[in-house]
T-cell receptor, first 112, second 115 residues
């Protein structure tokens, strides 16, 4: 069973702080990694993608990938109340015919 | 672009009734995905199509579920007969090319409650 694990949270941070969200995956053949944000009652929307080891920055968001440790993370700098949402980690596994396997998500709350 | 369109947005039905969920993908997208989301199991892929052809239906929970894509702009997910455990949010997503660099765009979802 190929799995993607996330801490369910809730993760609570004060406004302006750095929020760190973590994800581990079980299949070493995984090749593409995505972070989706889902506001309550809404659909998931892609905020970051990463394919190679290291860091990828986009505005206040940084995705980090370590394939040796089978670990991917998302850092949100200068957290805002509008960042409060559930963050879903998704993995595309080699040979899975484009299927994305999602973690159950981490609920982030940013307190003003 | 209107994005992925799903209907109905909410559905309340009684156990044993047939439920049909509908999806219109983004124009030009060759891939269409049906997902189910629950608190217990998270977001699960049920089935996906490429150029209107079902490619992988291994996530379809049982024979009560069926999906079709008669043309490039329309897909249905049918549950017959429905059961209370089918209560969930069902998302449709589409993609131009879901390979390494292409994301999937999700519709607003259909919230299904089976009483």
């Amino acid at each position: 069973q190929k799995e993607v694990e996330q801490n369910s949270g809730p993760l609570s941070v004060p406004e302006g702080a750095i929020a760190s969200l973590n994800c581990t995956y079980s299949d070493r053949g995984s090749q593409s990694f995505f972070w989706y944000r889902q506001y309550s009652g809404k659909s998931p929307e892609l905020i970051m993608s990463i394919y190679s080891n290291g860091d990828k920055e986009d505005g206040r968001f940084t995705a980090q990938l370590n394939k040796a440790s089978q670990y991917v993370s998302l850092l949100i700098r200068d957290s805002q109340p509008s960042d409060s949402a559930t963050y879903l980690c998704a993995v595309n596994i080699l040979g899975s015919n484009y299927k994305l396997t999602f973690g159950k998500g981490t609920l982030l709350t940013v307190n003003p | 672009d209107a994005g992925v369109i799903q209907s109905p947005r909410h559905e309340v039905t009684e156990m044993g009734q047939e439920v049909t969920l509908r999806c219109k993908p983004i124009s030009g997208h060759d891939y269409l995905f049906w997902y189910r989301q629950t608190m217990m199991r998270g977001l699960e892929l049920l089935i996906y199509f490429n150029n209107n052809v079902p490619i992988d239906d291994s996530g379809m929970p049982e024979d009560r579920f069926s999906a079709k894509m008669p043309n490039a702009s329309f897909s249905t997910l049918k549950i017959q007969p429905s059961e209370p455990r089918d209560s969930a949010v069902y998302f449709c997503a589409s993609s131009l090319d879901p390979g390494q660099t292409e994301t999937q765009y999700f519709g607003p979802g259909t919230r299904l409650l089976v009483l």
